[in-house]
């Protein structure tokens, strides 16, 4: 449980189905806040189209709705955030 009551779930274990089969390494998203939001975590000087593409594929291999991407290698934290949504 976080500070504020939140739930937050650390490297989280992300099975891959294909055609039925549960590929034997799972991916790992790095946090999962109240089991509704997913947050990959970046730190890089250049933001990619590349990392929403990612947290997509947690979201929907998770059934989730809103992800986050935070790049911590911008200028400033505020514009490292990028929004993810699976179906809205």
């Given amino acids: 449980m976080g500070q504020v009551g939140f739930l937050v779930r650390r490297q989280q274990s992300v099975p891959v189905r294909y055609k039925g089969n549960v590929l034997s390494t799972p991916l790992r998203l790095d946090l999962v806040v ?7 975590c970046k730190a890089t000087s250049r933001y990619n189209d590349i990392f929403a593409v990612q947290c997509l594929t947690y979201l929907r291999l998770m059934n989730l709705k809103l992800g986050i ?8 934290v505020k514009e490292g955030f990028h929004r993810v949504v699976n179906d809205l």
């Fill in 34 to 40: 109240n089991d509704l939001v997913a947050v990959e």
């Fill in 69 to 76: 991407v935070v790049n911590f290698g911008e200028r400033l």
